[in-house]
């Protein structure tokens, strides 16, 4: 692959929820060999310290933290280390959920999922950012169009892109604000389920025909938070093979 530069400037610093596997850690390594620190946060510290080794061993520069970010004091705890071992907040990746398979009531789910992305939002605006500071949520289809089994979820990935609008059109002055909205991802999560009957069925519906890859969501993140993306504030992108437009 050449050599791809978003204009960072090298040694600003990102943090990426849900860096211990999937698209968070495809995100925290991709951004790491763009020259960007890495805070690696996760509820699985062993999957966060993997992360980290692996940006340490390419040569970069992360920091594992263990936090549930649907805790107020974890957050908290969080942001205060993470600033003082690497520094300001430039960059904020709120990628950390459930999957939509997880069995959840209603409220809590809602709670856990939309509520922690606003609240590691609030937390890091109500420290003060730096200027250009940036932010990606990461929805889903299943926000847009896409209905799952799971209530909870479609909802809570709805309420993800509705929030991103929001600080889009009122807190500009902050922070620019988009979301992408991914479709079927190859992470540990669907592992086997291409193989499967109904996973067949619908990669017959995918223009492209195939899952794509926690590269193709990573990259994306990356181009809107660079400021090769500096006009582009409150979008929704989909990130999903085409699949959606033949829904």
Not at 44 to 55: E, I, L, N, P, W
């Amino acid at each position: 692959m050449p050599t791809i530069h978003f204009g960072f400037t090298a040694g600003d610093v990102v943090l990426v929820t849900g860096a211990g596997s999937g698209i968070g850690r495809a995100t925290a390594l991709r951004a790491a060999e763009l020259g960007l620190r890495v805070a690696a946060w996760d509820l699985d510290g062993d999957a966060a310290a993997a992360t980290v080794a692996r940006v340490g061993e390419a040569g970069g520069t992360a920091l594992a933290v263990r936090a549930d970010v649907s805790a107020a004091a974890d957050i908290a705890a969080g942001f205060a280390e993470t600033r003082s071992r690497l520094g300001a907040v430039r960059y904020l990746v709120n990628n950390a959920g459930p999957a939509s398979s997880g069995e959840y009531e209603f409220d809590e789910a809602v709670r856990i999922s939309l509520g922690s992305v606003r609240r590691m939002t609030g937390t890091w605006l109500s420290g003060g950012v730096p200027e250009g500071a940036a932010l990606v949520n990461v929805a889903s289809v299943a926000g847009n169009i896409v209905g799952t089994a799971s209530d909870w979820y479609c909802a809570v990935k709805a309420g993800i892109a509705g929030y991103t609008r929001h600080l889009a059109a009122y807190r500009s002055q902050e922070v620019r604000a988009n979301a992408v909205a991914p479709g079927m991802v190859d992470t540990p999560r669907l592992a086997g389920f291409a193989q499967s009957d109904i996973g067949q069925r619908t990669l017959q519906r995918i223009p492209l025909g195939r899952m794509a890859e926690p590269d193709d969501i990573a990259y994306a993140i990356l181009f809107l938070l660079s400021p090769l993306a500096s006009y582009v504030n409150g979008t929704v992108l989909p990130i999903d093979g085409g699949w959606t437009v033949t829904q």
